[in-house]
């Protein structure tokens, strides 16, 4: 049995050892206000991990958790297929292409399927400052007894940037 626990322990540091993994996510804060109405503040957190697997590929998932000072809150799932297209010593280009699933507390349930492209900023080999800027393909929004809402298009409002920090192994 010791033998056996050594074996796996060995395999484990060997693959964790020449892995190329990531973890990290991003954070958000807003604030609005409308008109005779107090101000109302939104959160975002949505921690990441992934898998670099060549230079240009990766996989990973984004778990997100959100809401709405006094008002709903919502948990995501959303797992990806990363693609870098440009790649420097410190900036890199790609997009995401993945699905994502969300519900709404009080009975929501949200369906994504497109691409999010974005940017990195390489601080060194571990450390990158990354952004997502908007997002295209398709989205359903289904409300408990309400008709199913969906549509295609292209998100690039100021609403729909993500910065966030991540660590490379």
Request: net charge negative.
């Amino acid at each position: 049995m010791k033998k056996f626990l050594m074996v796996i322990a060995v395999a484990f540091v060997t693959v964790s050892a020449s892995a190329q993994f990531y973890v990290g996510g991003g954070v958000g804060i807003g604030s609005s206000k409308v008109e005779h109405q107090d101000a109302v503040t939104t959160y975002k957190f949505v921690p990441e991990v992934g898998y670099n697997i060549d230079d240009n590929w990766a996989v990973g998932v984004a778990f997100g958790w959100q809401g709405v000072e006094g008002g709903a809150h919502a948990v995501s799932v959303e797992p990806y297929a990363r693609y870098t297209f440009l790649k420097t010593k410190y900036v890199n280009g790609f997009v995401d292409g993945g699905v994502g699933y969300g519900h709404v507390n009080g009975g929501t349930d949200l369906f994504s399927v497109g691409l999010k492209p974005g940017v990195a900023i390489n601080f060194n080999d571990h450390f990158s400052f990354v952004t997502h800027i908007g997002f295209f393909g398709y989205e359903q929004e289904k409300t408990k007894d309400y008709p199913k809402e969906s549509g295609w298009g292209a998100d690039l409002d100021g609403n729909n940037i993500v910065f966030g920090l991540y660590y490379n192994f």
